[in-house]
């Protein structure tokens, strides 16, 4: 299988595990990615707010270097799948929108989209594309704990999540009891935790967090595997100082879904071990 990569936004910067675990996982799954050279950030909904041509611009381009080489987009971030979807279903659907911004494309960088790529979280991939039946005997270190899994607000757009249900996702839990683990049922797998507005408004994204990590943790689960980068960064990064803002429990470990996929299949052995003294030693 044959994608072009897009590492989703934080990938390289505050979430550089994700970016480092892909290089390994992908050559144990037989994808090959080919890096898009340049690629910018999907807007995480934030560009959109102020100007939403130029992040349809930014995200055309995207899709116009993959359509150039005949791909579909690959990216372990949800965020990134959602608004890419978000974009690409809006310009594949509004031909007088498309020409506009193919105006400035050509302009800007001599490109142009024609609408002939798509948009794969890599957790659609595993399960559609792959399959778990053929994951499943490739597991070297069974993930065994409680784990909840975060899905994020973004992830789940028609069309672009495959048979996985738009409201009530099971994807990653098929895909943890793959792996061994025991997956945990709560509610807050597709709440936002505001990860776009830290900077402006941490004092409610701090308690947004607080309230999907305290969440995971009285469901029973040992750790939180997260689809998005950028909620992983917050969830992982800053619950201290969610728990210091309202008080909650928040003291579980956090990690992505390409690093426990990554560990499951038997690299990076060392962050494994860590990981398993984490879930051991965090906890009341």
């Known amino acids: 299988m044959k994608y072009a990569y897009h590492p989703g936004n934080v990938a390289h910067s505050g979430s550089p595990e994700v970016a480092e675990s892909m290089v390994p996982l992908v050559k144990s799954l037989g994808i090959e990615l080919t890096y898009l050279d340049g690629a910018t950030s999907c807007g995480a909904g934030i560009i959109r ?3 939403q041509k130029l992040q349809l611009t930014l995200n ?26 978000e974009d690409l279903f809006l310009l594949k ?21 024609t609408g002939d790529t798509s948009v794969n979280h890599l957790l ?30 973004n992830i789940q757009q028609y069309g672009f999540c495959g048979d996985d249900d738009i409201y009530d996702p099971n994807y990653m839990e098929q895909l943890v009891q793959t792996l061994g683990g025991e997956p945990v049922s709560w509610d807050s797998r597709t709440q936002s935790v505001g990860a776009p507005s830290l900077l402006s408004e941490e004092p409610t994204v701090l308690k947004q ?26 969830l992982d990064i800053y619950q201290g100082k969610a728990s210091q803002r309202t008080g909650l429990r928040t003291n579980i470990p956090v990690v992505h879904l390409c690093e426990i996929l990554s560990f499951a299949l038997g690299h990076y052995n060392t962050r494994y071990a860590q990981l398993r003294t984490r879930v051991l030693v965090i906890g009341d």
């Open 60 to 85: 055309a381009r995207v899709f116009a270097q993959a359509e150039s080489l005949g791909l579909g987009i690959l990216t372990p971030c949800a965020s990134t799948a959602g608004n890419l979807s």
């Open 209 to 234: 967090a607080a309230s999907v990590l305290n969440d995971a943790k009285s469901e029973g689960a040992q750790m939180i595997v997260s689809a998005c980068n950028l909620s992983h960064s917050v």
């Open 49 to 51: 707010q102020v100007n």
């Open 124 to 153: 659609h991939v595993i399960v559609d594309e792959i399959g778990l039946e053929k994951i499943k005997p490739m597991v070297v270190n069974p993930i065994d704990f409680r784990v909840a899994s975060y899905y994020g607000p």
């Open 93 to 113: 659907s509004n031909p007088i929108l498309l020409a506009e911004i193919n105006e400035v494309l050509l302009k800007t960088c001599g490109l142009k989209f």
